[in-house]
């Protein structure tokens, strides 16, 4: 049994001081204040001093890092990428596909597959852990792709998802997509009753349009502003829905690039601190020099960390806790309410139970962050790093 202490806890909902966390076999056997009773005597004290233990991060919308991208199969490029995640304070992901070539989609899903089905296997380790898949693509508006190439965009149908489910074996975890699309309702309440958490993104819906997705099942939205149809005050569309639905819960890329930072303070305000998930959207270029690389069979530019890709902005290179650290600078929040931010909230949108809190009977995944939010050690299922 180990036993993890520092100057304070966030569970994130509550801050304990002078916590005491027992671990057992991989998981969070007891949590309580440290003067509340005897320690057990067979126990390995871990005393991270003066820092702050909270839930690792969570990233449900992630292309990659450390120059691996997982749409290519790569093993040390995924240990790589894996410890890099862990060395920001990322306990658990969700690799993200990006449109490309049927065949190549369902090579990349079926490869993705292997590596979560993989993990079991792996023992102890310093790697974040791969939960489920996000298909970001191709079922998404031409108007709002971005950078994903418009060949291999399609019209949502039922046996094409099907073929997806199939290749990566049921762990498709989150699917984003423009509910405007033909087919794209039908799609939306199939995927929903797979279990998948579908989110409303790449998409030029009108409100109602969005209202219509939301009816069918969707309940999150994919980097909320990018790739989406701009509000306008008399024609809200989508971001009318998405920023006054207080059932719907939004993701942002808090870069300080792809939204100016009142517009994180606004749609802060919009969804508060439940609602409100951070990603990276972080691509192969991540952790690594200025140079070219590539998001999927897309080929990217990277300088002064902007990521372009025919002069438009493609992924990425933010790490999950500059993100939180942005959130305390752009909009005021303090550590606790910003953390929670990348660990509660992505946990409850992709239905986890064991993640995102430090309680019995949760995974012992913890960042140890100081003060500022910066990363001192990331502990993943017991095992420090
Ligand atoms: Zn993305």
Redesign the pocket.
């Known amino acids: 049994m180990i036993a993890f202490t520092a100057q304070s806890l966030l569970t994130p909902n509550e801050r304990v001081a002078n916590p005491l966390i027992l671990v057992e076999g991989g998981g969070i056997a007891e949590v309580r204040a440290r003067n509340a009773g005897e320690s057990p005597s067979d126990v390995r004290m871990v005393d991270f001093g003066e820092a702050t233990i909270a839930p690792a991060y969570i990233d449900l919308?992630?292309?990659g890092g450390a120059g691996h991208d997982v749409m290519h199969t790569d093993g040390d490029g995924l240990a790589r990428f894996e410890r890099s995640l862990t060395s920001h304070g990322v306990g658990a992901y969700f690799p993200?596909t990006?449109t490309a070539p049927l065949d190549a989609t369902l090579s990349a899903l079926e490869n993705l597959a292997d590596t979560i089905e993989a993990v079991p296997s792996r023992g102890a380790s310093n790697r974040a852990i791969p939960l489920g898949i996000?298909l970001?693509g191709p079922f998404i508006s031409h108007a709002r792709r971005?950078v994903h190439p418009p060949a291999n965009l399609v019209p949502p149908t039922i046996a094409i998802f099907e073929r997806f489910w199939q290749a990566a074996r049921g762990h498709i975890a989150v699917m984003?997509i423009a509910p405007e699309l033909d087919g794209a309702v039908e799609v939306i309440e199939h995927a929903t009753r797979r279990g998948v958490c579908v989110s409303l993104g790449h998409t030029d819906a009108t409100l109602e349009e969005a209202r219509a997705g939301i009816s069918a099942g969707a309940r999150h939205a994919?980097?909320t502003f990018n790739a989406m149809r701009p509000l306008n005050h008399r024609e809200p569309g989508i971001l009318g829905e998405v920023l006054t639905n207080a059932r719907l819960s939004a993701d942002i890329i808090a870069d300080g690039i792809h939204l100016d930072p009142a517009i994180v303070q606004i749609f802060l305000k919009a969804k508060g601190k439940e609602e409100a998930v951070l990603?990276t959207?972080a691509?192969s270029a991540t952790d690594m020099p200025d140079g070219r690389y590539m998001?999927g069979g897309i080929e990217v530019e990277v300088k002064d960390g902007k990521c372009l890709a025919d002069g438009k902005l493609a992924?990425s290179v933010l790490t999950m806790d500059r993100a939180v650290r942005n959130v305390m600078q752009f909009a005021g929040w303090d550590l606790q309410q910003s953390a929670r931010l990348a660990s509660e909230n992505p946990a409850r949108v992709t239905g986890l139970k064991t993640r995102g809190r430090i309680e019995p009977g949760a995974r012992a995944d913890f960042v140890v962050l100081n003060a500022a939010g910066e990363v001192m050690r990331t502990v993943i299922g017991g095992h420090e790093s």
Request: net charge negative.
């Open positions: 919308h992630v292309h993200t990006v996000h970001e971005g984003t994919t980097h990603i959207d691509i998001l992924g």
